[in-house]
Structure formats: structure tokens, C-alpha cells
């Protein structure tokens, strides 16, 4: 049974990442990968694919019914993100939200305190925060492969950090947010040119469901 279950993440995992699904809605995806996985394969899907993001929401994916809910309440969420912050990317991925901002947007180089720019870029995404506060929000600091490690994983905590302050001081719970620092080890790009180690230096939100929501969407798939 056991290798029966790893076989199905494994198996729904690739249906996720593969362009071959791409016909696949946000919502349909989540409810499948969340039939059989978890955090544990989460994590290593994140680390296979270069992705920390991809990897923790499939590791928080509830699946079935339950999970189609919550998927179409972040379709809209994930919207009205892109609809007012532009200087966002914005991705569905199963039942969460990868909200990826790059680090020259909210920081100068090699520094850890955000801009005023920075400051009205992330006001904006508060917004929709405020309006959707059934959701956790865990923010990942990213840098290139400039530096020694241990001094890129200081920066990146450092900025994510920084993050998670300034979102507390405009009326995001603590108890909403949580904040993790991967330094040079997650890069998403190729650090071989100066375009792609730009790209890596970056902050990333993965917005999943809270307690309330799986609570209320399990409810609603119930009735």
C-alpha cells in the first residue's frame, strides 16, 4: 500500500510540473496531486525541480473535493493579485499561490532593508492579503550564487525577515506568516549569466489555505 501511494504522488507530481498537462486547470491539478501527496514528498519534489515554492504547496495540498474548493477560491485570489501588483509574478500552482517578486524590486544590492518603491509594491499585495485572511503566508528569501554560502543564506533570511516585518506592521499576523531562507541552494534560473543570477536574487509568497479555509471547504464539499 505504501508503494502503491508513493507511485500515485510520484505519478501526479510529474502531471503537475509537465507541459503535457498544461490543458489541466489550476484547481483540477490540486485536487489531484492532493489525492496522495504530502509534506514529505513535497519537499523533495521542491528540491528536484529547483522550486521551494512548487514543493512546499504540494506538500500542503489537501485534495478532492475539499481541495477543488479551496483551488477556486485562490483562482480568484490569485486574480485580483495580479490585477494590482504588477510588479509581480504571479502562479497557480494546485491549491496555493507563488507570488514571486524580484529582490532589485524591494532591496538594493546586498541589502537587506526595503526601498520606498519596495515599500508601495508590497502595500499593494497587503491589500489582497487583508481581503483573503483565511490563507498562511510563508516567505522564502533567494539569492544568486555570488558569495560565500553562509553569507548568501544570512542575506536571504535577512530580506525575507524584512518581509515578514513590514507586512506586520501594515496588519499581516504573525500567526499568518512564517519565513524561510534558502540563500544560493533553490536557484530557479541559471546562475551563468548575469540575467539568470538576477532572476535568482528574489523573494518568493506561497499563500496556501489556513486552518478556516480547509475547515470550511471540507464543510462545503460535505454538504
Known amino acids: 500500500m505504501r508503494n502503491l501511494r508513493m507511485s500515485l504522488i510520484m505519478l501526479f507530481s510529474v502531471l503537475l510540473i509537465a507541459p503535457g498537462c498544461s490543458t489541466w486547470n489550476k484547481t483540477q491539478k490540486g485536487a489531484a496531486v492532493g489525492t496522495a501527496s504530502g509534506g514529505a514528498m513535497g519537499a523533495v519534489i521542491g528540491r528536484a525541480s529547483g522550486n521551494t515554492a512548487l514543493g512546499a504547496i504540494i506538500g500542503a495540498t489537501v485534495g478532492g473535493a475539499t481541495g477543488a474548493i479551496i483551488g477556486h477560491q485562490m483562482d480568484k485570489q490569485a486574480e485580483d493579485i495580479e490585477k494590482t501588483v504588477p510588479d509581480a509574478k504571479v502562479e497557480r500552482v494546485g491549491e496555493g499561490i507563488i507570488v514571486e ?11 537587506s532593508n526595503l526601498s520606498n518603491d519596495a ?15 483565511d490563507t498562511d503566508i510563508e516567505v522564502q528569501g533567494h539569492t544568486d550564487s555570488k558569495g560565500s554560502v553562509a553569507y548568501n543564506k544570512s542575506l536571504s533570511e535577512r530580506r525575507a525577515g524584512s518581509v515578514r516585518s513590514y507586512l506586520a506592521s501594515k496588519g499581516i499576523s504573525n500567526n499568518r506568516t512564517s519565513i524561510k531562507g534558502f540563500g544560493e541552494s533553490a536557484p530557479k534560473y541559471s546562475n551563468e549569466s548575469a540575467a539568470g543570477r538576477s532572476e535568482n536574487r528574489r523573494v518568493e509568497f506561497l499563500i496556501t489555505a489556513n486552518e478556516k479555509m480547509r475547515a470550511d471547504a471540507e464543510k462545503e464539499a460535505g454538504n
Open 119 to 133: 515599500k508601495t509594491s508590497l502595500d499593494k499585495l497587503v491589500t489582497i492579503l487583508n481581503y483573503y485572511p
Open 101 to 111: 517578486f524580484s529582490s532589485n524590486v524591494l532591496f538594493g544590492f546586498d541589502k
